[in-house]
């Protein structure tokens, strides 16, 4: 359903200088295969509704660490971190809670950064996928 939508602002946010130069690191990536992609599915979700759903979040702008989770590494590649860079990149209006559909969408966007890192570093545990 979201397919193409995400291949296409994959594809233009590649093109970011800043948002390219994020990338799962072998410790992230160990942290996956340890726990299982169903985890951090599971942790993808609670950090969408934790972090971007409300109409203002806590924080926001500086809510979303840029470290030692492959869901926070995944947010700031995406331009998923704060509801200013959803608003610039995403087009998903600040100051209003998000509807299901957008929290679909960017969890959508998330696991797909996601695994595409993993198949790319070519470092992940075939069995938990």
Not at 32 to 46: M, P
Not at 82 to 102: A, D, F, P, S, Y
Not at 107 to 115: A, R, S
Request: charged fraction near 30%.
């Amino acid at each position: 359903m979201y397919n193409e939508r995400v291949n296409s602002i994959l594809y233009k946010l590649s093109k970011s200088k800043f948002r390219n130069s994020f990338h799962l690191r072998k410790y992230m990536i160990d942290y996956i295969n340890e726990k299982g992609l169903d985890k951090i599915k599971e942790h993808t979700i609670n950090f969408i509704n934790e972090k971007l759903a409300d109409e203002y979040p806590k924080n926001d702008g500086r809510q979303t660490p840029t470290k030692n989770h492959p869901t926070f590494i995944a947010m700031h590649a995406c331009a998923c971190c704060c509801r200013g860079c959803l608003e610039k990149w995403h087009g998903i209006q600040k100051g209003r809670k998000l509807t299901n559909e957008e929290k679909n969408y960017i969890y959508v966007l998330l696991m797909t950064w996601i695994i595409r890192e993993l198949k790319n570093k070519k470092m992940y545990n075939y069995k938990n996928y």
